[in-house]
T-cell receptor, first 116, second 113 residues
Framework: QQQVKQSPQSLIVQKGGISIINCAYE??????FPWYQQFPGKGPALLIA?????SEKKEGRFTISFNKSAKQFSLHIMDSQPGDSATYFC???????????????FGKGTKLSVIP | DTAVSQTPKYLVTQMGNDKSIKCEQN?????MYWYKQDSKKFLKIMFS???????INETVPNRFSPKSPDKAHLNLHINSLELGDSAVYFC????????????FGPGTRLTVT
């Protein structure tokens, strides 16, 4: 079964610090690696995504680093703020599953708490 | 303007009952999904639906059935509810060509007693 392994399960960071969440995958057919952010009581929302031909993508304080040879990618949140406290999911897309959809395989999530 | 909406937000029911959750998207997307999120926050795909083609995750019990009256709606029917069905159910949608960009609804918290 295709898997995306995510760590850590939970993370506590001081305000202003850097939050780092790591993911690893096995299937080299994956061709898109999005990160989703979920606040309590809400649905997940796309945060940032990267293709494997790019080693880094930055949007504001959020950066994805991608290591194709190691089959790993990570999310860095710079200058972490209490408002960033949420559950973060990495995912991988690219395995066609029919019905016009390329199934998203999610990691198990990381609960980030940013303390003032 | 809500992109993906679900009703109801909360659903409390007894074992053995049959219930439905409705989902609507106004994004013009051609693919819709149902996910189940358990108490540990793990997101599990249940169904993908596009142009009347349905893909079912093989682990989903046949008590669960999606029904799509049109391209903007994908409802979830659950028969003979069990305690283990308690979870948050999310509807999502995406457009062909951008499958990694899924838009999720606010979720329906189902509690089976």
């Amino acid at each position: 079964q295709q898997q995306v392994k995510q760590s850590p399960q939970s993370l506590i960071v001081q305000k202003g610090g850097i939050s780092i969440i790591n993911c690893a995958y096995e299937n080299t057919a994956f061709d898109y690696f999005p990160w989703y952010q979920q606040f309590p009581g809400k649905g997940p929302a796309l945060l940032i995504a990267i293709r494997p031909d790019v080693s880094e993508k930055k949007e504001g304080r959020f950066t994805i680093s991608f290591n194709k040879s190691a089959k790993q990618f990570s999310l860095h949140i710079m200058d972490s703020q209490p408002g960033d406290s949420a559950t973060y999911f990495c995912a991988a897309s690219g395995a066609y599953s029919g019905a016009g959809s390329y199934q998203l395989t999610f990691g198990k999530g990381t609960k980030l708490s940013v303390i003032p | 303007d809500t992109a993906v909406s679900q009703t109801p937000k909360y659903l409390v029911t007894q074992m053995g009952n049959d219930k439905s959750i409705k989902c609507e998207q106004n994004l013009g997307h051609d693919t819709m999904y149902w996910y189940k999120q358990d108490s540990k926050k793990f997101l599990k795909i249940m169904f993908s639906y596009n142009n009347k083609e349905l893909i079912i995750n093989e682990t989903v019990p046949n008590r669960f059935s999606p029904k799509s009256p049109d391209k903007a709606h994908l409802n979830l029917h659950i028969n003979s509810l069990e305690l283990g069905d308690s979870a948050v159910y999310f509807c999502a949608s995406s457009q062909s060509g951008r499958p990694y960009e899924q838009y999720f609804g606010p979720g329906t918290r189902l509690t089976v007693t």
